[in-house]
């Protein structure tokens, strides 16, 4: 079957909604005091979008979803979906939470066609139920029962389930977060190329970077309460707009220290670096892994090469992380391929490492 036609008998339009979230502030009632959760929100998304937004646990951003979905109301602001007003729960949109929720006396066809029977048009609609199933590869099962399939055959269920009513606006709250990290692997990549077919938008929550990295087509980067950046993936990897977000989107060294003059780093353990950017002052000087070379002999051509002892070696498969001791104040991390024949350095062997000084970015205390 084509995969257009699959898409527009679940989606047709194929059209997402536009959501627009003003000033909103929310807070939870814990025995009679206020507990503050969000904080002054503002995010516009586009139709058709998909957006992840990416916190540490407790940030609120599962929160946000709620208030979107309608299942809350927020204690200030306004939340809209195209031009209206969200009050409460739409059909408009669907959330798909961690936990499938599949009922065991179900069989997969009748779990997906919960939602139509619910609204009484299934007799008409049952090529919608066909549709859903073979939109996410599991017609061959669609006479199974809950306890006959894997993890992520279930999560796929509560996808059908949830596409079958042909929503606007897809909400996603860690949906793959109790998969093992190989299946996980695999349905971000097949989600992803379900959103593009349906076309509609999805929200999609999630602490793993890496998650929100390979499917969204931006991320909101939140902590505390509040966004502290919404970009691309490539904004937030190469520009992060402080450390937080460098420390949480991708991953980073950061060398504690203070900006001694324009162009001049010096950490707390006593080395003087060439970095560009930053007012003098208490300072953060942060370092992609990947950014950073290394070899037995000095290397020349680079703004800072520094001695330095490995400390530990991490085989990660494909990569290679070496931890390198620069002074007893300062260590960095540097990433690797794992190439045959390629420099290996072993723990307690001394090391080159080096970098252009526009590889590190300074953030100011």
Not at 19 to 46: C, K, Q, R, T, W
Not at 165 to 182: Q, S
Request: glycine share 10%.
């Amino acid at each position: 079957m084509v995969a257009q036609a699959v898409a527009e008998a679940i989606a047709e339009p194929a059209a997402g909604a536009a959501l627009d979230v003003e000033h909103v502030s929310h807070a939870f009632d814990i025995d009679g005091a206020a507990l503050p959760v969000l904080e002054d929100i503002n995010l516009i998304i586009e139709p058709g979008e998909f957006v992840a937004l990416l916190g540490p646990s407790g940030c609120g951003k599962s929160t946000l979803l709620r208030l979107v979905a309608g299942l809350e109301k927020p204690g200030s602001g306004t939340l809209r979906e195209d031009d209206n007003r969200i009050r409460g729960p739409h059909p408009s949109r669907v959330v798909v939470f961690q936990d499938p929720t599949l009922f065991p006396w179900r069989s997969v066809w009748d779990n997906v066609a919960l939602g139509l029977e619910a609204q009484g048009i299934l007799k008409s609609q049952r090529q919608r139920v066909d549709a859903a199933l073979d939109l996410v590869g599991l017609t061959a099962f669609r006479n199974a029962y809950p306890h006959q399939l894997s993890g992520g055959m279930a999560q796929r269920v509560a996808l059908a389930r949830a596409l079958v009513l042909k929503p606007a606006v897809l909400l996603l709250d860690e949906p793959l977060g109790a998969l093992d990290a190989k299946l996980r692997k695999q349905l971000q990549i097949e989600l992803k190329a379900l959103q593009q077919q349906v076309g509609i938008t999805f929200i999609y929550v999630t602490h793993d970077q890496e998650e929100a990295l390979t499917m969204a087509d931006r991320l909101v980067v939140m902590n505390e309460g509040s966004v502290r950046q919404v970009g691309s993936q490539r904004d937030l990897y190469e520009r992060p707009a402080d450390r937080f977000v460098a420390g949480f989107v991708g991953r980073s060294t950061f060398l504690d220290g203070s900006v001694e003059a324009p162009g001049r780093f010096r950490t707390d353990g006593g080395l003087m670096l060439v970095c560009a950017g930053g007012q003098p002052g208490r300072a953060a000087l942060s370092l992609r892994p990947e950014r950073v070379e290394i070899a037995a002999n000095r290397q020349a051509g680079l703004d800072n090469s520094l001695c330095g002892t490995v400390e530990f070696v991490s085989y990660l498969g494909a990569l290679i992380d070496i931890h390198v001791r620069l002074s007893p104040n300062d260590r960095l991390v540097v990433q690797i391929a794992n190439r045959e024949g390629g420099f290996a350095p072993e723990v307690g062997q001394p090391v080159h490492v080096g970098w252009p000084a526009s590889a590190g970015l300074v953030f100011n205390e």
